[in-house]
């Protein structure tokens, strides 16, 4: 067993709360960022979720507080450390959008700073994202694909991932960038599209609700699950040599597929239930994306295990849960 210490921002969130299980169960201590909340007891329901909230060490920062990742960073010594958070929501991007270029852009320098400064051996992940493809310029997206983001979140991940690859060049850091596809789980906020296809039919199933409210259902998204997705980051982690990987499963499907497999697994059908709503179509839409991930798939083995099918029935499954035990 090792015992490396992990610094993870975003632990609160999806893949923080995923990938510290990972490295609780591979032997790591594992600390996290939490920013400040008034509603305690909420902040770390992922944490509790998986039962890990009490073997994890949480500190107060936030990643526009140069000097609360600084003090973090000086008290946990971390062998390797993975900025997970940002805003990172799309849509509230245009509504945020300086914000989002403080957070998710400036944010990861923000920590990349740290490091450099105090802590210039260990390694450092950053969650570069697909949404930097936006507009494709390729039908099947690698690394190698040019950049073409789409709305302000893209932007700020861009400025991200190529700051990760310049402090890489500039000063010599373990810096690696996983450029991950849409990554879900029943842990994903309910303001994702997966996740607001399974919690509706939970709700429709149980007769709490009679409709559910979609925008564009003919964008197209390589999904897989986060529990596959964290293990590619801490793999990219173990590399000799930093470098950029696309995580992906190669396959895509229409949003509207993805909701005929939620309503199907409960026994009702899409077409009765489905309003499509103009005001949730966005400014400037990324109407598909599909991964190669056949550069991690070579270099460290990775491989998603996980389906579709399988991911959208665990969500309605754990969606249907948690709606009865509210009842
Ligand atoms: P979530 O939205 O679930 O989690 C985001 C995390 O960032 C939360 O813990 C949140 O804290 C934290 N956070 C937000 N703002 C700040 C801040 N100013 N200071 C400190 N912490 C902050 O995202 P995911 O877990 O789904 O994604 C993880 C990362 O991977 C993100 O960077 C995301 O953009 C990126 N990504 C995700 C993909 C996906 O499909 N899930 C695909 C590609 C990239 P709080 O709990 O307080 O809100
Ligand atoms: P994104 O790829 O990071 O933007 O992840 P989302 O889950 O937010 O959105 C995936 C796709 O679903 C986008 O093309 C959206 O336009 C589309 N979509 C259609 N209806 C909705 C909706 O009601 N909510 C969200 N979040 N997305 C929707």
Known sequence: ??????????????????????????????????????????????????????????????LIDLSSLARIVQDVQPDEIYNLAAQSFVTASWQQPILTGQVTGIGAVNLLECMRTLRPDARYYQASSSEMFGLIQEQVQSETTPFYPRSPYGVAKLYAHWMTINYRESFGLHASNGILFNHESP????????????????????????????????AKRDWGHAKDYVRAMWMMLQQDVPDDY???????????????????????????????????????????????????????GWKTEI?????????????????????
């Not at 490295?23 to 979720?49: C, I, M, P, Q, T």
């Not at 939620?262 to 990324?286: M, Q, Y």
């Open 1 to 62: 067993m090792s015992s490396k210490r992990a610094l993870i921002t975003g632990i609160t969130g999806q893949d923080g709360a995923y990938l510290a299980q990972l490295l609780l169960n591979k032997g790591y201590e594992v600390a996290g960022v939490v920013r400040r909340s008034s509603h305690a007891g909420v902040f770390d329901h992922r944490l509790k979720w998986l039962g890990i909230a009490d073997q994890v060490t949480l500190f107060d920062g936030n």
């Open 187 to 218: 842990l994903r906020g309910v303001e994702f599209v997966t996740r607001k296809v399974t919690d509706g039919v939970a709700r429709i199933k149980l007769g709490l609700a009679k409709e559910l409210r979609l925008g564009n259902i003919d």
């Open 246 to 300: 696309v995580i992906a499963t190669g396959r895509t499907v229409t949003v509207r597929d993805m909701c005929e497999i939620a309503f199907k697994h409960v026994g009702l059908s899409s077409g009765d239930h489905l309003i499509i709503d103009e005001k949730l179509f966005r400014p400037a839409e990324v109407e598909v994306l599909l991964g190669n991930p056949a550069k991690a798939e070579a270099s460290f």
């Open 307 to 327: 389906s579709l099918e399988s991911l959208i029935q665990e969500m309605v499954d754990a969606d249907l849960a948690r709606l009865k035990s509210r009842a």
